[in-house]
């Protein structure tokens, strides 16, 4: 998210011009001194006395759920078509960089970066021990990452192993607190019981992945955030899915789950041997069947023996 300062009057043309980059993740900006406002107050302060014209302020907010830095991709592109903006503030290294990549590709710019809260200015003119104590700080802000995103991953896999789906909950379910205070699913009111007449419908052998999809969304199915409708690629990867029967595979190992499973086994292997053409409904199954079945057993005695 990025914004233009509101220009003033009073200011001298001839100043340097900078811009803002302050970045934080949903639980960082609970903590004191992390959070947008306080950055953004920050070097805010620290612009005005040092004289610097702010031009613009680059912000992201980064989320498990929503990775990637939209601001930071716009901030390095402005920098590239305007020379005359030499000037980066940043709250800290850690909130500039999150790997090695980020670190090139900035000082790839020859911009002058001023980390206001740790008192250092970067620039090509740096003294070569500056850049290496700079060097050390990028290197334990990728190490404090990936220790984070290590830790997660074992976090996850523990709740694997203890039969607790250890994330996002996929269609039909929902994510709650537990007794115990970790996250579990349980069936959405909502999309549980349309997720079990999929499973019931396909079945019968007599519908396309198509067709199912279609009952699927006139049931109500939709996407649980954006509320749009389910394509056939997801009602595939639905009928698919093991944690529906009460099983679920994480990091190529099967693990029994304690959540409610929405359909049974034995439905769920029929399903699958629909979708491996295994299974298909007989001809007095569909509608193009024209006799039942028991009427025709009187002319068994013209069969072959």
Known sequence: MAKTSKPDPSADPARRQAVIYARVSSKEQEKEGFSIPAQLKLLKEYAAAQGLAVIKEY??????????RTAFGEMIAHL??????????????????RNLKDWVTVDDLEVEIRFVKEGVVLSRGSRSSEKFMHGIKVLMAKNYIDNLSEEARKGMQEKAEQGIWPTVA??????VAGPDGKKIIEPDPKSAPVIARLFEWYATGRLSLKEAAHKARAAGLVYRKSGAPVPVSTVH???RNRLYMGEFEWNG??????HQPLVSRDLWERVQGVLDGRHAASPCETRFCLFRADRLRPLRMFDRR
Not at 59 to 68: C, S
């Open 80 to 97: 590239k078509m305007q020379p005359s903006i030499r000037i980066l503030l940043v709250e800290k290294t850690d909130r500039l960089y």
């Open 237 to 239: 990867a639905t009928l």
């Open 59 to 68: 912000v992201d907010v980064e989320t498990a759920k929503q990775a990637g």
């Open 170 to 175: 996929p269609l039909g379910y929902r994510n």
């Open 253 to 258: 190992r099967l693990h029994f789950g304690k």
